[in-house]
């Protein structure tokens, strides 16, 4: 399983931006695409999650109501649209696979993991 993020870049605060992960190889239809994030100087951070199979969605409280998580099934794709950016969204945002229809929100819990994307929000 390969993944493919984009969508990152700079932007200011309470601007909106959408990231894509692309995910190509053999997957079953029970498995959970997350989006993790990174700041400078810190751990790498749960941001969001949806079950592939049923849509269920979850959220990191600090994104809950400004980010929404969703996939399009028919281009194996995750997106998430991220709305009211501010300047502590700033890090680089990975997608990630976990083979498992359970959603856990720590990184080591996934199996695959795209190349990270930089989200940049300016002030």
């Known amino acids: 399983v390969q993944l493919q993020a984009s969508g990152g870049g700079l932007v200011q605060a309470g601007d909106s931006l959408r990231l894509s992960c692309a995910a190509s190889g053999r997957t079953s239809s029970s498995y959970v695409m997350g989006w993790f994030r990174r700041a400078p100087g810190k751990e790498r951070e749960f941001v969001a999650a949806?079950?592939?199979?049923?849509?269920?969605?979850f959220y990191a409280d600090s994104v809950k109501g400004r980010f929404i998580i969703s996939r399009d099934n028919a281009k194996n794709t995750v997106l998430l649209q991220m709305n009211s950016l501010k300047p502590e969204d700033t890090a680089v945002y990975y997608c990630a696979l976990r083979i498992s229809g359970v959603v856990f929100t720590t990184p080591r819990e996934y199996n695959y993991w795209g190349q990270g994307t930089l989200v940049t929000v300016s002030s």
């Open positions: 949806i079950k592939w199979f049923g849509g269920s969605t």
